[in-house]
């Protein structure tokens, strides 16, 4: 059977930190409230004029030494983000351009925070379709320079960064087991960008501040959160012969501490086997999945044949779970 083996990881960190020290001196806040209820320490922030795709582009470039590919060899090029470059073209095309992967379609998804998971299950229905060989899946996400500094509720979650998995069709037990993707447009008002859209592009808006801001109703997030983590997991492993208990390692969105062991612990799954770098890096949103993993990889927590698995939750509602013999 043929399965989609990520054959490598990379990611890619701005310098430039922003702690919750820094973050106190510009809103009413502080560390201890921020680390109490989010996990967060620091995040990192992109240069001026720095887009997704300069992100991108370092996270894939790892990525593909990682694997020891060659450019040319990618088959397609999937961004996750939900802060492109630019409403179009897609940012995976500049990722593209920057790599020089000639021969690689290019297309980026959208499903906010579950992105990653959304962008890895559809490389790897092409993969197994037969119709692509090696595909680049990068999650990207410039995030600071859209926060409202002035809400201190979302801009003390969000961080800048970017990962990159390679995926390559191989025979064998290795690879991507099974993958599953939910949606739930009904709440879609729960956690929104409004302005920046075709609905109400920025010229239309006074821009005043409080309309270039992220809306989110973080408590009903948080507990469908949980249950959304829980779902994904159970839905992703469901007739794949592997159970909670089989899974040596969950590598979760960053989300938050809190959701993040509420949702393994009712799933029975120890502390120990769960993976957080959210202190370093905040909420990534689409790229925090990828970063995660690629730091995983480098820590060596993950050893050939282990049952791995990956999930998300984000604004659409949207989550997903995707199962990898690694
Ligand atoms: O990736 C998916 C996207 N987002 C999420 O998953 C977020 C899900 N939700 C959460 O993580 C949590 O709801 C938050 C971390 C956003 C907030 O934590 P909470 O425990 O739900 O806090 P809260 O909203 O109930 O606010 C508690 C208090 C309020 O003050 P009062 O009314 O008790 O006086 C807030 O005004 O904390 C206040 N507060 C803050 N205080 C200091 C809200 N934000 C801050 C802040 N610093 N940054």
């Not at 209820?37 to 995040?43: H, P």
């Not at 088959?75 to 073209?89: A, E, K, M, N």
Request: charge should be negative; aromatic fraction near 6%; glycine fraction near 10%.
């Amino acid at each position: 059977m043929i399965r989609s083996r990520i054959i490598g990881t990379g990611q890619y960190l701005p310098e430039k930190i922003l702690t919750n020290h820094d973050l106190a001196k510009l809103m009413d806040t502080s560390d201890e409230w921020i680390r109490q209820r989010t996990g967060i320490a620091q995040r990192h922030v992109a240069e001026e004029g720095e887009g997704a795709s300069a992100l991108g582009y370092p996270a894939a470039k790892r990525a593909l030494e990682a694997a020891g590919v060659d450019p040319g060899e990618v088959d397609f090029i999937i961004c996750c983000t939900t802060t492109p470059d630019y409403l179009f073209p897609a940012t995976a095309c500049l990722i593209q351009e920057m790599l020089g992967c000639r021969r690689a379609a290019a297309c980026d998804v959208s499903a906010a925070c579950s992105g990653f998971v959304y962008g890895l299950a559809t490389a790897d229905a092409f993969i197994r379709a037969g119709l692509y060989k090696t595909v680049l899946v990068v999650g990207a996400e410039r995030q600071a320079n859209r926060l409202n500094w002035k809400r201190r509720e979302t801009a003390v979650l969000f961080g800048d960064g970017a990962g990159a998995v390679l995926l390559r069709a191989e025979e064998g037990e290795r690879g991507v087991l099974k993958t599953y993707l939910g949606a739930d447009g009904r709440h879609a008002d729960i956690l929104i960008m409004l302005t920046g859209g075709s609905r109400k592009p920025f010229e239309d808006t006074t821009q005043e501040e409080e309309q270039l801001a992220i809306h989110m109703d973080g408590q009903d997030l948080f507990k469908r959160a949980v249950g959304a983590f829980g779902l994904a997991v159970h839905k992703t492993l469901e007739g794949s012969g592997v159970s909670v208990d089989d899974l040596d390692l969950f590598v979760p969105h960053q989300a938050n501490t809190r959701i993040v062991y509420t949702a393994a612990e009712r799933l029975g799954l120890p502390a120990e086997k769960v993976f957080m770098n959210i202190e370093k890096v905040g909420n990534t949103t689409a790229a925090s999945v990828p970063l995660a993993l690629d730091e995983a990889v480098r820590q060596g927590c993950l050893k050939e044949g282990d049952n791995l698995m990956l999930a998300a939750f984000g604004a659409g509602l949207t989550w997903g779970g995707a199962l990898v013999r690694w």
